[in-house]
């Protein structure tokens, strides 16, 4: 049974070692039909956006990715309608971007940056003034891919995966229900004799 | 020494992936620290190259920071795919300033491996075979010779053949480690310079073509060899420390002026304007770019074993090789063992692939405890089709396919090719006849044999 709740990745940051694999790997699978990206490096041409940033602190590292907020702060204020849900994930239509920045501005965890928007090997440009296009680029949870998210396969270490919150809550629930199913029997009275 | 493989300290994350496939812990650092390549350990292989994901990166180091570390490690203009860092030093610039002088004859080799990868940087499968496009986009780069090292892949099999037939007849220092990894040589001369007596006297293919382009081929042309401008194309980042070596001088001069890798040969043809996937197959010039299906095997592993099988059986013997194809030594195990009946001697031989499998072979070897007779060693994961300078993946989760397929399209090849053994390769025959006189001989030992650890060269 799918979650009603927008499901996002998560990073066991005892396991991720900062590589940017995973930056890497969600480039490659946005960029293999929109600009011919293939398998080695040798076949990228346009400049690597991804979708998620790994940020590196001193004691740690982990890739930043969209959390799809159920109350979107960036898709209620896209001016533009560029920002949708698509089932329970936010996405971006690049297309409708106008790179006005405020949805960097409404994002709590700094997870939408503006990125070059490349198309068939190069950058689009802007209607109006000819010069170069960017969009905000964010996760999306590669909801075009059936195999899904591109990042969490790749990574080495196993650090990347699906968080389902509405199952997981569930599953607390239980293992809480099953704790104190031993304890919890009786009324508060008889438990304190 | 001049660098080869280094780290961008700018572009590091300190993730230590690198660190942890390094053979033999070259790279040092703290975790989320830059890491530093420490060039007295360092093997050159460049698998930290194929590895490293940490790219110049707009979002984290801005617009501008990408053309910055681009002039700065030299490269053109055609390159346009993402900056890691960890890197080779590129050589294009020497390679192509030859190519412009007019008083330069640029001669150019080519190891197997290159033609089993080098399309995939324009897009194609895993594992496509573009010997006959390589051929005709280094001739439309303007190389005046395009040769090619299996050429002397199949010259090395009949010296090292011999060699191993004369260490074996004359009670000589055994097992023999094969010597054209120079990845595995440096690592010998580093941890183990008691044990260099095993390997090898042989040059890698690499140096045998490059002395040759400067004696044979100069003789045969008829134009001085100080003319002429040698370049190989390798899957392999340490093949240009190799190139440096001291000992690589026995032209008179260096015998391999430059090397690039699979990848900088892709940046090249680019830089050409040369539409690669679309350019009519052309062949390699004779004589020094006629090849054996043995040769080509020696860009897998197992393959450089199962090429001085197939001659050495036919020297001991003199009855050819009962089945070519010896699946025996073939696979993707980091060691593996086979007894191989030749004749009356039953050869046990031993095959290493992945440097890190080699040290308990080492060390088995100076307790006394390995009973082979002869041992092909190569440093990167399944031979040079996996080599530090190929294309490199964007995922690692292809590396099973690809190294699969860039593997069985070099088994593939060799079974198509008209000659399988090296010893029936009439371009090599005739370099005997005309030149070297016999395997071991005087001018072989002067131009094609080596020492280790600097030892001196003994001259008869």
Redesign the interface.
């Known amino acids: 049974m799918p979650s009603e709740f927008g499901l996002f990745v998560s990073t066991d940051v005892s396991k991720c ?5 995973c ?3 969600c480039f ?1 699978s946005h960029n293999v039909k929109r600009n ?15 979708k998620l ?2 940020t ?6 982990m890739p930043v990715q969209c959390k799809h907020c159920e109350n979107s702060p960036c898709k209620a204020v896209c001016k533009q309608n560029a920002i949708r849900k698509v089932g329970a994930q936010v996405v971006v239509d690049e297309n409708k971007c106008i790179g006005c920045k405020d949805c960097l501005v409404a994002c709590p965890f700094g997870a939408i ?1 503006l ?2 928007f490349y198309a068939c090997g190069k950058q689009v440009t802007q209607a109006d003034s000819g010069d170069g296009k960017v969009a905000a680029s964010k996760c999306d949870l590669c909801f075009e891919d059936p195999a899904g998210p591109a990042c969490i ?2 990574c ?1 270490n196993e650090a990347l995966h699906l968080t389902d919150v509405n199952e997981e809550r569930k599953q607390k629930n239980i293992a809480a229900a099953e704790a104190l199913a031993v304890i919890n029997a009786g009324s508060p009275e008889r438990r304190l004799l | 020494m001049t660098t080869v493989i280094a780290i961008d300290q700018n572009l590091c ?5 690198c660190t942890k496939i390094c053979p033999n812990l070259a790279i040092e650092g703290m ?2 620290q830059p890491q530093k390549v420490n060039e007295n350990k360092c093997v050159m292989c460049g698998q930290c190259v194929q590895k490293c ?3 110049v ?4 180091h801005g617009a501008a920071a ?1 053309a910055k570390v681009h002039k700065e490690r030299g490269l053109p203009a055609s390159v ?3 900056l890691f860092a960890a890197y080779n030093v590129c050589h294009l610039d020497e390679v192509k300033k030859a190519l412009a002088d007019p008083d330069k004859i640029t001669m150019v080799q080519c190891a197997p491996a290159v033609r089993v990868a080098l399309a ?4 194609a499968e ?1 594992g496509t075979l573009a010997a006959g496009k390589m051929a005709a986009a280094l001739k439309k780069i303007g190389f005046n010779y395009v040769y090619d090292t299996n050429f002397a892949a199949d010259v090395t099999i009949m010296e090292e053949g011999s060699e191993l037939v004369d260490r074996l007849t004359n009670g000589g220092v055994l097992p023999m480690f094969t010597s054209c990894c120079p990845a595995w040589v440096k690592y010998l001369e580093l941890n183990y310079p008691d044990l260099r007596k095993h390997l090898s006297s042989c040059k890698s293919p690499q140096q045998m073509e490059g002395v040759l382009f400067k004696t044979y081929g100069a003789k045969l042309l008829n134009i001085p060899a100080e003319k002429i401008f040698s370049v190989s194309v390798m899957p392999c980042t340490c093949k240009q420390y190799e190139s440096g070596r001291p000992e690589m001088k026995d032209s008179g001069q260096r015998d391999v002026d430059v090397v690039i890798t699979t ?1 900088e040969l ?2 090249l043809i680019k830089e050409m304007g040369i539409d690669f996937m679309s350019l009519p197959e052309e062949k390699f010039d004779s004589p020094m770019g006629d090849y054996s299906g043995a040769a080509e095997i020696f860009g897998v592993t197992g393959g450089v074993m199962e090429a001085a099988l197939r001659t050495g059986y036919e020297l001991v013997t003199g009855k050819p090789i009962p089945a070519v194809d010896i699946t025996a030594v073939r696979g993707r195990d980091g060691f593996r063992q086979a007894n191989v009946q030749v004749g009356d001697i039953t050869l046990k031989v031993g095959v290493v692939t992945g440097l890190k499998n080699v040290k308990p072979v080492m060390e088995a070897l100076k307790a006394g405890q390995l009973d082979l007779h002869f041992i092909e060693v190569m440093t990167c994961p399944e031979g040079c089709v996996t080599g530090g300078g190929q ?8 590396a099973e396919e ?1 190294y699969t397929r860039r593997t069985s399209c070099t088994y593939s090849y060799d079974k198509e090719l008209p000659i399988r053994k090296s010893h029936e390769n009439p371009s090599v025959q005739k370099l005997y006849k005309d030149y070297l006189e016999k395997p071991l001989g005087e001018k072989s030992h002067e131009l094609l044999h080596t020492t280790y650890c600097g030892d001196p060269k003994h001259h008869h």
């Open positions: 070692s900062g590589c940017k694999a930056e890497m790997a490659q011919n990206v293939g398998k080695t490096v040798g076949t990228i041409s346009v400049p690597v956006t991804p940033y790994v590196v602190i001193e004691t740690a590292s940056t990125l070059p396969r790749v080495p | 994350t300190g993730c230590q992936e975790p989320h994901k940490s790219y990166s707009i979002a984290e990408y346009k795919e993402p995939e940087d324009f897009g895993f990848r892709a940046w294309p490199k993946l964007i995922l690692d989760t292809d690809a």
